[in-house]
């Protein structure tokens, strides 16, 4: 898991609001990164993170499938 992924998962020390904010300045790059890591331990990451990385890429014309 890369330093980007786990500021995202549900082990790291930031409330879920300051997930959201920092999510807001990833880079496609880091949100591919944190998607793989999603697809392998979805359970570790909140609801909300994930729909938000789905449609920050969907709003990049990258399909999720």
Do not use: F, H, W
Not at 11 to 18: F, G, I, K, V
């Amino acid at each position: 898991m890369t330093m980007k992924a786990y500021n995202m998962s549900n082990e790291s020390p930031y409330t879920l609001q300051e997930r959201l904010d920092r999510l807001e300045a990833y880079s496609v790059g880091d949100l591919l990164y944190v998607l793989r890591d999603i697809e392998k331990s979805p359970g570790d990451y909140d609801k909300q993170i994930i729909k938000v990385v789905y449609a920050k890429l969907a709003s990049k014309n990258i399909i999720c499938i």
